[in-house]
Structure formats: structure tokens, C-alpha cells
């Protein structure tokens, strides 16, 4: 064909192929969790499922957390053992089947089927996908940057059209029809990745640091199989016996949530191969890894204490026609794509500048503008009646310029600042931020009263103002250690 078809705006041509297969997965992500917390509180006689409004937005903000804590896990499995083109392909199937199980008329059965089958699905899909991307530019091709720059756009693209048409469909018609819809969303997905396959690289065959079971000592395998028997049986006692609950699966989760990214850091920290200046580096990197968790904590409450606002305290007939809540979902992604190449620009040249703003100051930004997205929610809060939609999208809007402060510039972060001999879970490391700030959201939200949205948006967000200028004050301190050059001696000695 002609020359243009090529390359994919100049990149790879498996990039396009990535993009597109990325954003069908999060088009059925993202309309499945659109539709979710109503689905989840709506009453039976509605097509609902009748939980409890608390239990359902704990049970998301759960359900979002272990789909990123399950990075870890997929990262491994694909690095080890699968290769990321058929951990892309296992993950892209379970979440198809996951998405099936909600579009059949089978209540809690089906629901709990379908979040085992995406939780796993997409921790073996989502780290895979965004590696391959990796594998597509030579460590020093300087449009790495770039490359992931577009495959984020892909993320956006697949996430604000989702909540319009599975969103949408969904509430209208059909919960199930809505969710049949995330279901074919995803089989396009795979189609695409399966017709594109032959142009990525030769990396994502196979796995990158193969397992040699022969070669692992018995005495790790005993231990390993232990305490997974230990975990299965633990875990099946609770489930048969009814013991755990839903309440107690979503307090576990948020304890793991938090115990991993822990567990984590005390592992590289105390590694004989990470060596002191990586050391230095990374005591820098944990407050902004704790900065990027309380972003994530209010970020992601916009399919929980949000979706919960939308439906219940605006007034969706403000503009002479019935708003369907799902769509303000779509906002934050919008506003992501309209304003990704104004952030491109001004990246440029505040870097550009003899005194580089650091990491720290663009978090300490994302977690203020955060905080105020919730602070301006205090206004109409305080006044009677609900609220005009326009207080709701200047708030989504405010977290999402938030998010361009802190998540493409986290992941560089993350890539720079974590230990080489760490550097294929890099990934999963970053996504274990998201993990913990829902795990910690669902325990949050269940503070929310919709009685009185104004103290529960005030106290929250004014927390992250606070977190914010604690961060900002402590950046000089922060940058000493994150800036240290790799062979020079660390401040530590
Ligand atoms: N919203 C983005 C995604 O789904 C990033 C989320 C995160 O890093 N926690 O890919």
C-alpha cells in the first residue's frame, strides 16, 4: 500500500493496533462500571439487583481495587510464563466472559462470577498491553514519551464513548443489554488485537524472564504451595460458611490494598540488588507514591460517591431534557482528550526552563486541584434542592486536570526512580497506587451521606488541599533524594 499506512502517526505501526485494542477493553471497563453502582442499588422491581446504596458503592470501589492489585499477579504470570500476547489474548477472553455473566438475567451469582472473571481478566491484559507498547521503541528512541502519550488517548477515547452507549443503553432499555454491549466491546477488542498480532514486536512472544521450575530450589516451591493452600482454604472456610460476608471480603480487600504497595517497598528497599543511590531514590519516591494514593482515593469516586451524586442530588431536567446520569462518567475522559495536547505544550516548556518544576510540585497540584473538586461541590451542597449538573461537570473537569499533574508523569516517575532490577514490575508497582487509593475509598465512602453532601465533600476534600501543601513544603527535601545521581554518595552514606 502507499507509504502512509505504514506507521501509525509517525510510531510504530502496532501501535494503532494497541491503541484500539486497549480502548475497546476500556470502552467495556468503563460502560460496564458506568452501569454498575445502579445496576448494584436499583430496586428489583427495576431490573436493580436492591443492595444496599453503602454496601454497592463499597463493593465497587473494592471490585476497581482488586482489578488493579491483580496487575501485580498478571505482570508475573505474563513475565514468567505467558508471554504478553497470550496473556493479552487469556485476559481478553475472561473479560468477554466476565461482561457475558452480566448481560444473562442471573443476579448476585452472575455479578460475582463476572468481577472474578474481569478482576483476573484485566490483570493479565492491562500490564501486558501497555508492555507491548514498551517493546515497540529501542530503550533510547526518543518517541517513547510520545508512543505512550497516544496510547493513553486510546484509554480516553474508549473510556468517554462507554458510558454514552453501554451507559445509556443500559438505564434506558436494559441493564443486561447495556452489559451485552461491554461484551461485544471487548470481542472487537480482541479482533483487533488478533488482525494487528503480526506487527508487534518479537518481545511480546514469549515470557521476558522465564521460569524454570526445575531450577527454583524445592524448599521455595514447598513454601509457595503452602501458602497458597493456606490462602485457598482460609478463603473457601470463610465463603462456605458464610463467615466473611460481603462487608468482610470488601474490609479484606482494603487491608490488602494497602499491605501490598507496603509489602512492596519493604522488599526493594531491603534488596541486596538495589543498590544505596536506587535506595536514596526510592525513600523519595514513596511520599509521591502516598500522593498518587489519595488521588486516586478521590479520583476514583467518580463511579461511586459521584455516580451517587449525579443520580440522586442534580437536577437532570435543568436543561429541558432527562440527563441520564451515566453520562457524566464520560466528562473527565473528554476533558482529558481536549486538553492533552495544551498539557503536551506546557510540559515542554515548563521543563525547558533552568529550574524544572519537580515531580513533587506537579503532584502537589494534582492533589490540590483534587481536593477543590470536591470543595466546590460544598456549594451547592449547602443550598436546598438539587444542584445545577454544571457544579458537577466543573467538578469532574477540575479532577481531571488534576490527573494530567499526576498519572502520565507518576508512570515516568515510576520508570525512573524504581530499582533495575525491578524494572519489568514497574508497571504493576504504579497500578498498586490505584489499588490502594480505592481500597481506602471503600472504606471511605461509606461515610457519604446523601443528606449532607456538604460536609462529607468539605472534610474530604479539604484534607487533600492540606496533603497538598504538606507535599509542596516537603518537595526541596523530596527532590534531594530523587535527583541523586546514580554513582555519587547518597546523603545516607
Ligand atoms: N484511568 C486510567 C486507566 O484506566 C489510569 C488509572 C490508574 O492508574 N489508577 O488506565
Not at 378 to 403: D, M, Q, R
Request: charged share 10%.
Amino acid at each position: 500500500g502507499p507509504g502512509g499506512d505504514r506507521t501509525f502517526f509517525g510510531h510504530p505501526r502496532a501501535l494503532g493496533g494497541l491503541f484500539f485494542t486497549e480502548a475497546w477493553e476500556r470502552f467495556s471497563y468503563y460502560g460496564m462500571r458506568a452501569l454498575l453502582l445502579y445496576y448494584m442499588y436499583d430496586q428489583v422491581a427495576n431490573g436493580g439487583l436492591g443492595i444496599p446504596a453503602d454496601t454497592a458503592k463499597s463493593l465497587v470501589a473494592a471490585y476497581g481495587s482488586v482489578t488493579f492489585m491483580s496487575a501485580v499477579l498478571g505482570g508475573w504470570l505474563s513475565d514468567r510464563f505467558l508471554g504478553d500476547r497470550r496473556a493479552t489474548l487469556y485476559g481478553g477472553t475472561l473479560i468477554m466472559a466476565g461482561h457475558v455473566c452480566l448481560a444473562l438475567p442471573a443476579g448476585v451469582t452472575a455479578l460475582f462470577a463476572s468481577m472474578v472473571l474481569i478482576a483476573v481478566g484485566t490483570g493479565l491484559l492491562k500490564p501486558s498491553v501497555s508492555s507491548s507498547v514498551g517493546d515497540l521503541y529501542g530503550r533510547d528512541d526518543p518517541r517513547r514519551d510520545a508512543g505512550f502519550s497516544i496510547y493513553y488517548m486510546g484509554i480516553s477515547v474508549g473510556a468517554v464513548a462507554a458510558p454514552l452507549v453501554v451507559g445509556t443503553l443500559g438505564q434506558s432499555y436494559d441493564y443486561h443489554l447495556g452489559f451485552g454491549v461491554a461484551a461485544v466491546g471487548m470481542a472487537l477488542g480482541l479482533v483487533v488485537y488478533l488482525r494487528t498480532g503480526r506487527h508487534l514486536s518479537s518481545a511480546s512472544n514469549g515470557p521476558k524472564n522465564p521460569l524454570v521450575l526445575r531450577e527454583v530450589p524445592r524448599r521455595r516451591l514447598l513454601i509457595a504451595a503452602a501458602a497458597a493452600a493456606v490462602v485457598v482454604v482460609a478463603l473457601g472456610t470463610a465463603a462456605g460458611t458464610g463467615t466473611l460476608g460481603v462487608g468482610g471480603v470488601v474490609n479484606l480487600i482494603s487491608v490488602l490494598a494497602v499491605a501490598l504497595p507496603v509489602a512492596y517497598f519493604t522488599v526493594m528497599l531491603r534488596s541486596p540488588r538495589t543498590g544505596p543511590a536506587e535506595r536514596t531514590r526510592l525513600r523519595g519516591y514513596i511520599p509521591l507514591f502516598a500522593a498518587a494514593v489519595v488521588f486516586w482515593v478521590i479520583q476514583e469516586q467518580g463511579a461511586t460517591v459521584i455516580a451517587q451524586y449525579a443520580q440522586q442530588s442534580t437536577d437532570l431536567d435543568a436543561f429541558g431534557f432527562a440527563i441520564p446520569p451515566t453520562w457524566f462518567q464520560s466528562v473527565g475522559s473528554f476533558v482529558l482528550i481536549v486538553l492533552t495536547p495544551l498539557f503536551a505544550m506546557l510540559w515542554l516548556r515548563l521543563d525547558r526552563r533552568p529550574r524544572p518544576p519537580s515531580t513533587a510540585a506537579k503532584f502537589s497540584v494534582a492533589l490540590a486541584v483534587a481536593g477543590c473538586s470536591f470543595l466546590l461541590l460544598v456549594f451547592p451542597g449547602t443550598a436546598a434542592g438539587p444542584s445545577n449538573p454544571l457544579w458537577l461537570v466543573g467538578s469532574l473537569a477540575l479532577v481531571t486536570v488534576g490527573e494530567m499533574c499526576l498519572s502520565p508523569i507518576g508512570l515516568a516517575a515510576t520508570t525512573r526512580l524504581a530499582p533495575a532490577a525491578f524494572a519489568t514490575q514497574t508497571m504493576g508497582l504504579w497500578l498498586t497506587a490505584g489499588a490502594a487509593g480505592q481500597g481506602i475509598g471503600a472504606q471511605l465512602v461509606k461515610l457519604y451521606d446523601p443528606a449532607t453532601t456538604a460536609v462529607y465533600f468539605g472534610a474530604v476534600g479539604g484534607a487533600a488541599v492540606v496533603l497538598a501543601a504538606v507535599l509542596l513544603a516537603a518537595a526541596p527535601l523530596i527532590r534531594r533524594r530523587t535527583d541523586v545521581p546514580a554513582a555519587a554518595p547518597t546523603p545516607e552514606g
